[in-house]
């Protein structure tokens, strides 16, 4: 199939880490996405990661890739409440003419 | 430079009722996407449009709704006899959809139009 799965919602302290999870379909997906959604506001894009790297950081964002069981992460360290949105992760799927599959979202709570 | 606008902003209509929604895409890009998000939730796809290729409707709900893309640029999403399970945010985003590396495939979404069936 074509999903692409996130765990709806999750909630940190302000200050810790955040991590979030998505799992992908596509093994031939060469790029991988995060999209940020702030309340009221479209999707825009955070940062994306080329399938042959294991990690990326971008100062607070690092992503993870793993592969092998297709498993994509986002940490945000030091979360802020500004940090509080729905991050979408999102795959490529070069079986569909290059279409861009979604995940259903999570949305990330900041809690003082 | 100009990103992708939708028009209207707002629209309300009586059950039944057809309607029509428009996006501008980004000048140049060839990968036009719809999708719907309810209040508070993901995006659910609806249709994709790559060059000249034929669209992928697969995700479009039932066959009240299509769409069009005219000369590889505007597209417009149409309604059919609506419901109020259709009350949504309708977003529309594009891309330069040709192979050249990761933000060649970017999605420039654009402000949405919110659709309430009364």
């Known amino acids: 199939g074509e999903d692409v799965e996130q765990s709806l919602f999750l909630s940190v302290r302000e200050g810790d880490s955040s991590v979030i999870n998505c799992t992908y379909t596509d093994s031939s997906s060469t790029y991988l996405y995060w999209y940020k959604q702030e309340p009221g506001a479209g999707l825009q894009l955070l940062t994306y990661?080329?399938?042959?790297?294991d990690m990326k950081q971008d100062q607070r964002l690092t992503v993870l890739l793993n592969k092998k069981d297709k498993h994509l992460s986002l940490r945000i360290a030091d979360t802020q409440t500004g940090d509080s949105a729905i991050y979408f992760c999102?795959?490529?799927?070069?079986?569909?003419?290059?279409?861009?599959?979604f995940g259903s979202g999570t949305r990330l709570s900041i809690r003082p | 430079g100009a990103g992708v606008s939708q028009s209207p902003s707002n629209k309300v209509t009586e059950k039944g009722k057809d309607v029509e929604l428009r996006c501008d895409p980004i000048?140049?890009?060839?990968?036009l996407y719809w999708y719907r998000q309810s209040l508070g939730q993901g995006l659910e796809f609806l249709i994709y449009?790559?060059?000249?290729?034929?669209?992928?409707k697969s995700g479009l709900p039932s066959d009240r709704f299509s769409a069009e893309r005219t000369g590889g640029s505007v597209s417009t999403l149409t309604i059919q006899r609506t419901q109020q399970e259709d009350s949504a945010v309708y977003l529309c985003?594009?891309?330069?959809?040709?192979?050249?590396?990761?933000?060649?495939?970017?999605?420039?979404f654009g402000p949405g139009t919110r659709l309430t069936v009364t």
């Open positions: 999102a795959e490529i799927l070069y079986s569909s003419a290059s279409k861009i599959i």
């Open positions: 990661i080329f399938s042959n790297m």
């Open positions: 000048s140049g890009h060839t990968a």
């Open positions: 985003a594009s891309s330069l959809g040709v192979a050249g590396g990761a933000l060649s495939y970017e999605q420039y």
């Open positions: 449009f790559q060059g000249n290729s034929a669209p992928d």
